[in-house]
C-alpha cells in the first residue's frame, strides 16, 4: 500500500509543479519607477535660433500608395487620414532630402482599387544659416503672430468644403 501512495504522492506533485511552471508562462510582470518628483522648480532661458528656408527645386508632385495599400478605405480609415497625410508629407520630404516642403498642397484620394493614394505638392527646401535670433527677427515673429492670429489658423487647417465622404452600399 505504501508503495502504491509514494508513486501516486511523486505524481501529484510532479502534475502540480507542471501546471504551476505552465502558468508562470503566460504571466505578465510590469515595473515603474519615478523620480525627481519632488525637486524645485528650474526654469532654462534658451536663446531663439532662426534659420532661412532655400529651396532646393522647382515644384514637386509626390504621390504615396504604398504606405496605404493595406488598408481599403472605409470610416474607420477615414479617421486616420491626418495621420496618413503626415506620412505622405514626410515620405516627400525624405524622397527630395529636403527638411520641409514650402507651401504644400496634399490631395487625398481613393483610388479604382478602392485604397488611399495621397498627392503631395509643393517646393522642396531645406534649412540653411543658422543663427542666434536678434531683436529684430523676434519683433519680426512678433507681428507674424498677430497678423495670422489663432482663429485664422483653425480656419486654413480645416477648411469647410474640403473634405468629402461617400459611402458606398
Do not use: H, W
Amino acid at each position: 500500500m505504501i508503495k502504491k501512495i509514494i508513486p501516486a504522492a511523486a505524481a501529484l506533485l510532479a502534475l502540480c509543479s507542471v501546471s504551476y511552471a505552465q502558468s508562470r508562462t503566460d504571466r505578465v510582470e510590469y515595473q515603474e519607477s519615478s523620480a525627481r518628483n519632488l525637486e524645485p522648480q528650474q526654469s532654462v532661458m534658451i536663446t531663439p535660433m532662426i534659420a532661412d528656408l532655400q529651396l532646393i527645386s522647382d515644384k514637386i508632385a509626390y504621390t504615396e500608395k504604398d504606405a496605404f495599400s493595406r488598408y481599403p478605405v472605409s470610416p474607420a480609415i477615414v479617421k486616420l487620414v491626418p495621420e496618413f497625410k503626415k506620412i505622405a508629407l514626410s515620405r516627400a520630404a525624405r524622397a527630395y532630402k529636403a527638411d520641409a516642403i514650402v507651401g504644400a498642397t496634399i490631395d487625398v484620394i481613393t483610388n479604382e482599387a478602392g485604397f488611399l493614394e495621397i498627392t503631395v505638392s509643393g517646393y522642396p527646401a531645406k534649412y540653411v544659416n543658422f543663427r542666434n535670433a536678434t531683436e529684430q527677427d523676434v519683433n519680426l515673429v512678433a507681428k507674424a503672430k498677430s497678423v495670422t492670429g489663432e482663429e485664422n489658423n483653425k480656419i486654413l487647417e480645416n477648411p469647410e468644403g474640403q473634405t468629402r465622404l461617400q459611402i458606398e452600399k
